[in-house]
């Protein structure tokens, strides 16, 4: 027996998001028939981060024990040619045995994109939202996010009981081809934290002060205090990392 | 009657090209269907350019006739709501009688996307080609095209008998998020011409003077010296010119 990651990217578009689910098309469900068949035994796979129906991953890790000897050099070629077009695996390595890309993560990095006019083609994967996007509010808003942080308040609804305290690395907006994204890393996220943190700074703009206001929807650690879900179809998985460095 | 058009934006992956065709998912029959509808009678649209199967549009002009009185103003939402999530109509403006997209463009500006790594986002509309991408070396080999040309070397079988000579005003690289793009602009194109004229670009990144083999493919208005073409995934219509300004 021995352990693998894989680096994996998905249009998330036409999945019922990650985990698998009985009659639904999940990228952990296609992804375990694949790795199944190849390595001629039942394969279970561990996200790093198990992304929403509709959210989109360039960098999501997936790890797995199995007895199969195909080295790992061979999974993407080898999956590539079976997998659908919107799920590739990017790279694979052994790993340390029993390695856990979701335990073993020490954080996360996502994307969430949004767009300043619609666009068919962007639209995939950014929100345009009704209204006008203001880069520097949005800056403003979100900068006080960065810090250890009990996130209750950015907690969507229906999520399993974990650790609230979050520790925020990064949170910063830049442009990109279609308007502006704001790149968020952090030890872990809660359920829907990232589209909340997107959709509160974005009902936030109008703040002449937008850095206190988010200071204090933070401090209240009450959900009613966030602004709406941003929709899921902004998001993207950019990049897990471990002990050891960025697994992409 | 009154003559109207309209700046239309699609995503060509599940569209048959612009031309109608019977049986055929085309850009063109899904928007005169809807158009039709919303019209009262049937109507009958003319593009500016006829793009490919497969690819994009972001600022196609559409033009047409009709003696339905729908307000300029009222076909963007009534039409929206009707069409495919994954064509748009962008705006809509009355114009003068007999106005003709087509033969009225001044100009035509189509961009083409290139990846540096595969993408599973960004890979719906631009392309990776097997080798390196060299931004300085297909900067050099474009730059002469810049001018007035006999382009018949980059014209694709099976055209049209068209004017060969093209007036190309722009032929830059830029950086894109994915890699580096291709801003090209000219009074019309030939048949598969931009898609070929990347496909020599890269084909020459392994000369020592790109720019020097360039003019000579250019001057031998020989199908045969014009690199593979390139896929037509990576291209998209971006700009319409006419007399009286930009039409986006």
Redesign the interface.
Known sequence: VRTLKLIV???GAAFDGWQRQPGRRTVQGVMEAHLSAVMGEPVHVTAAGRTDAGC?A?GQVASFSTGGRLPAAALPPVLNRRLP????V?AAAEAPLGFDARRGAVARRYAYRLLRE????LG??AWHPRRPVDADHLARATAPLVGEHDCTTFRGAGSTPTVSVCRIQRASWRP??GGVLIDIMADHFLYHMVRSIVGTALALQGESDPARAMRERLAARNRSRAGPTAPAHGL?LEQVFYAEGAER
């Open positions: 990217a998905y249009d989109h360039r077009a919107d799920l590739r990017r619609d666009d068919v083609l995939r994967f990109w081809d993207c």
